[in-house]
């Protein structure tokens, strides 16, 4: 049985207005919606027991004598009623309860936030931390990004935006943007961009597109959050989507 102390489950906790790329158009609005949070209780389960009968010692039990786990899990929901709305939302509440506390956590914390709204397009940032039970450390949080279409409802990925042509000149800007960071391993940094950049994440956010690292590669310390502004040049205008031209305050060019 799992017992909880936390606030209502479905509350709203904030309500957002974003502004558009260009004045004079519409706004759109979203909520942050709680989903989770404070202390979760647990029963203990047979692997929590030793051959004795008695609780693991490296596990720490509440005064009731069960395990516990503190959570802080909410999702976004976009303002509207058409169907791909909808499911964008069903998604993102999807994605949200994949973070809630589970027996085998001490903390699971899903922070979102809209970088980017407008009534064609929406571009998310979830920074997820989780510690498993007994962990320590801080090298446990991690961030993903979604970014939807709110007219068609497809979600859109860095292989639709960028021309992979152009990933030679991509890499060498971001290498060149860490050179004179003497923290930053130029090693590691070259064989992250190499085994992992097309399945990175990206954003929007003050009409510029931006690719996060998101990885240790300096200190626990300092983090996973390393984002990268992408030049304009190098977006596939044949593939990515219009919305980008708005998000950007860019014009594509004309088909051929």
């Known amino acids: 049985m799992i017992k909880t102390i936390q606030l209502v489950l479905i509350s709203v906790t904030a309500l957002g207005i974003a502004s558009t790329a260009h004045a004079g158009e519409p706004e759109a609005a979203f909520s942050i919606v709680q989903l989770q949070r404070g202390i979760i209780s647990f029963d203990l389960t047979p692997d929590d027991l030793d051959e004795n009968g008695k609780p693991e010692d490296w596990l720490i039990l509440n005064q009731d004598g069960k395990l516990t786990c503190n959570a802080d899990v909410s999702t976004v929901v976009i303002s509207g009623a058409s169907s791909s709305i ?119 956010k003050d009409n510029k597109l931006y690719v996060d690292l998101d990885s240790y590669l300096k200190s626990c310390v300092d983090g996973p959050f390393f984002p990268v502004e992408i030049n304009t040049a190098y977006i596939n205008t044949e593939s990515a989507p219009a919305w980008l031209e708005t998000a950007l305050n860019i014009n594509f060019p004309p088909p051929n």
């Not at 956590?105 to 397009?121: N, R």
Request: aromatic share 10%.
């Open 86 to 204: 909808i499911r964008i939302n069903r998604t993102l509440r999807d994605f949200a309860e994949q973070a809630r506390c589970t027996h085998d956590q001490d903390i699971s914390d899903l922070i979102p936030k809209v970088t980017y709204i407008s009534p064609e397009a929406v571009s998310l940032s979830f920074e997820r931390t989780e510690y498993g039970k007994g962990a320590n450390g801080s090298c446990h949080t991690h961030s993903e990004y979604l970014n939807f279409d709110l007219e068609s409802g497809v979600q859109h990925r860095l292989p639709d935006i960028l021309r992979s042509d152009a990933f030679p000149k991509i890499r060498q800007d971001i290498l060149t943007a860490f050179l004179k960071d003497p923290g930053m391993n130029q090693k590691d940094l070259r064989e992250l961009l190499d085994r992992e950049f097309w399945t990175m994440g990206f954003f929007i």
